[in-house]
């Protein structure tokens, strides 16, 4: 694969321009740098008289250069050559700093278009160096002003260090010198959508001439990106399926646990349930998403296919993104199996934190295989963590994980082993072909009966200030009748906001700072209304051991308000627990308030949510939080998040690679664009599986495993 798009760059432009770009935007080819497609054009802008000149706006204007004057300047070194311009209605001053040379070319009387941005300066309008063209005798004035201010400037996303003039000139040079380029997309795909060659809409896009130039590159490589990006998906699914796995058939322990639940399973878990089952006992690896609802009982999905690879003397791996989740899921597993079965598959749990003692015991019984069931962080992934033979790997909260790492953990067993991936957080169609269309899809979005629901209110103290003391008067009148509490917080402590890949950006940096742990625990400990309450913080900076206790004495109903960040988030499972009070609620996310409120309601205890907030109304923030008090529906939700999120947050910055990069592709906005592409993809490998036909594909999609492999070593 040594195309042009794979030249290096300190080869085309140069060690010190290469250097810049590389440390800038981290390009190391032509094609990266090709790849970084203008953010918008602008035009030089309309003929603007010098009379109706607007101040910090760019403008372009005809003139005549009237008078120039060259001095130094008083305040420091150089010197500064200041040209004043007419047009018959005003006059305008240029203005540039240590370049008198420009006064050959800037002669009385000359004839020309300037453009730039106007600034003013003790009362005189002024252009500092403006860019512009004068016109040769022979010109014809007003038609050469109308063409070059109608001219296109491409605007590129740039850097303090490298400016969006030196990205133009840099693709100028690369373009110029650029041989002819293979297209990825096959001709006759091309043909049927009318799209131009690849190497037509690289000019197209970079240097277009008119509005419809862009605008025809823009649809081709758009579509390219998708093309490969699903053609990459679908290699890799077809991948998995060539290897050979080892089929688990449920047998007595399996059937034995059915037997013995004291509820009926709902019909979307009996549904999934047998899609599992069928792919378990197959000899191509399991390869699937589970997508369900909060509190669908995903986990309970889940645990029935370990107990299938438990009765062939397989052990399954659960990977949780974090230590509470991991050791919540532990002891929501011994206490569904009941003791005898507990005793009898022994599971474990494996994470950074264990003492050495702890660590060893658990490598043991792995290794051994003495545990059939193991629950851990990303400890499972370590070098020396060895299975005595891993039948399935499941991977709780994908969004929380690259694709590469449960490759790592498939990576453990002798044979491939099956895989299942959970997400709490329904995904829309266009995201799951985008992110996950490697994974065949269950969706699980039936609840259990039983459950008394949930309400959400929203407490918007921007309108209401006089709320807030209204907000712990309502808990506690919640736990005066026995119940239990969540109050969340988007920060530690006033230094420190907890890192979370889901949390959006601030609208803005003012106003007061976000609410933290440790204050809202000293008010919470101060207010009378609170008194005689027991009320604990758990956030991420506390050491293991400490946030397990925690959690243990919190299910155990000895604390009756737990003050916390988002470790809560998922997978918490106290039913006795009844309110969730979010404060600064607009600093989460769609999905993210809705896995909060997902804490309480688990039970026959109604549930209350109060999203508190001092986002003003009719801002996207404030928009975000009603629209999760607005229904309980996750999969509308969904949808109401991925319109309103940027789109790498969307995608989630954990996500492999490419995956996580899109250029041109909007997964909210390119959903029947993604799936015409899947399937003229899926034609394509369907006739050439090894694409020896396609070699132009094939080296994109080398590329695109370069440049994954790179990522992932980058956050090794």
Same mark, same amino acid.
């Given at each position: ?400 994980? %690259?694709? *590469?790492?449960?490759?790592?953990? /498939? @990576?453990?067993? &002798?044979?491939?082993?099956? !895989? +299942?991936?959970? =997400? ?119 050491? %293991?051991? *400490?946030?397990?206790?925690?959690? /243990? @004495?919190?299910? &155990?109903?000895?604390?009756? !308000? +737990?003050?916390? =960040? ?151």
């Amino acid at each position: 694969m040594t195309g042009p798009l794979d030249q290096k760059l300190s080869g085309a432009l140069g060690g010190r321009t290469a250097q810049a770009l590389e440390k800038a935007f981290g390009m190391r080819t032509v094609g990266d740098l090709l790849s970084h497609y203008p953010r918008r054009y602008a035009k030089r802008g309309e003929l603007t008289g010098l009379a109706e000149l607007p101040v910090d706006e760019n403008v372009t204007i005809v003139a005549q250069v009237l008078r120039s004057t060259d001095r130094p300047m008083r305040q420091r070194r150089g010197s500064l050559l200041e040209v004043v311009i007419g047009d018959g209605t005003g006059q305008l001053t240029l203005t540039f700093f240590n370049q008198a040379w420009r006064k050959n070319e800037l002669r009385v009387g000359a004839r020309g278009i300037f453009a730039g941005k106007v600034g003013e300066y003790r009362g005189t309008r002024q252009l500092a160096h403006p860019d512009y063209r004068l016109f040769d005798e022979e010109e014809q004035g007003a038609d050469v002003a109308v063409e070059w201010a109608n001219t296109l400037i491409p605007i590129y996303p740039a850097t303090s260090s490298v400016s969006s003039w030196q990205v133009q000139e840099s693709v100028k040079v690369v373009l110029d010198g650029l041989g002819e380029l293979d297209d990825p997309v096959p001709p006759e795909v091309r043909e049927e959508r009318k799209l131009v060659p690849y190497g037509r809409a690289l000019e197209l896009i970079h240097r277009p001439q008119r509005d419809a130039d862009y605008g025809m590159a823009r649809k081709a490589l758009k579509f390219q990106e998708a093309f490969v990006l699903q053609a990459a998906l679908l290699r890799q699914r077809e991948e998995v399926r060539s290897l050979e796995a080892t089929p688990r058939v449920a047998g007595s322990i399996a059937q034995g646990f059915d037997a013995a639940l004291p509820f009926e399973l709902t019909g979307d878990q009996r549904t999934v349930g047998e899609e599992i089952a069928r792919d378990l006992a197959g000899s191509q690896p399991m390869n699937r998403l589970v997508q369900g609802e909060v509190g669908s009982g995903k986990t309970l999905v889940a645990l029935r296919a370990m107990l299938a690879v438990a009765d062939t003397g397989g052990q399954s791996a659960l990977l949780a993104p974090t230590e509470v989740l991991a050791a919540q899921h532990l002891r929501s597993i011994v206490r569904t199996l009941g003791p005898d079965l507990a005793a009898r598959l022994h599971p474990v749990l494996l994470t950074g934190q264990l003492g050495a003692a702890e660590r060893r015991k658990a490598m043991l019984a792995i290794v051994s295989g003495q545990s059939r069931i193991v629950v851990g962080t990303h400890a499972l992934m370590g070098e020396n963590v060895s299975f005595f033979d891993l039948g399935l790997v499941v991977v709780d909260e994908q969004h929380r994980f %690259g694709v *590469e790492q449960r490759e790592a953990l /498939r @990576a453990k067993g &002798a044979k491939p082993p099956h !895989v +299942l991936v959970l =997400t709490a957080t329904p995904i829309p169609r266009t995201v799951a072909m985008t992110v996950f269309g490697d994974l065949d899809v269950s969706t699980i979005s039936e609840l259990p009966g039983g459950r008394a629901g949930i309400s959400s209110f929203v407490v918007p103290l921007a309108d209401k200030p006089g709320w807030a003391n209204r907000v712990w008067e309502r808990m506690s009148e919640e736990l005066a009748q026995g119940r239990q509490a969540f109050v969340v917080c988007p920060a530690i402590d006033a230094a420190e906001v907890e890192d979370d890949p889901d949390a959006p950006e601030p609208e803005s940096s003012a106003g007061p700072p976000p609410a933290s742990v440790t204050a809202t625990l000293a008010e919470a400990r101060a207010n009378p209304v609170l008194a005689g309450r027991r009320i604990e913080a758990l956030h991420g900076r506390m050491p %293991g051991e *400490e946030k397990d206790r925690i959690m /243990r @004495a919190f299910a &155990a109903r000895e604390i009756d !308000v +737990l003050i916390a =960040t988002t470790v809560i988030e998922v997978g918490v499972d106290v039913p006795n627990a009844s309110t969730m009070v979010v404060l600064d609620a607009d600093r989460f996310g769609v999905s993210q308030l809705h896995q909060l409120r997902g804490r309480v309601g688990r039970g026959s205890v109604p549930g209350l949510c109060l999203f508190v907030t001092r986002a003003p109304a009719e801002t996207l923030a404030r928009e975000r939080v009603e629209a999760v008090a607005s229904t309980l529906d996750g999969f509308e939700l969904a949808q109401i998040d991925l319109e309103l999120r940027q789109e790498g947050d969307v995608l989630g910055s954990t996500q492999s690679g490419g995956r996580s990069s899109l250029r041109l592709l909007r997964v909210a906005k390119d959903g029947d664009l993604i799936a015409e592409a899947r399937h003229a993809a899926a034609s394509v490998l369907a006739d050439d599986p090894t694409l020896a036909a396609h070699t132009a594909l094939r080296d994109a999609l080398a590329r695109r495993l370069d440049e994954e492999s790179e990522a992932f070593l980058a956050k090794s």
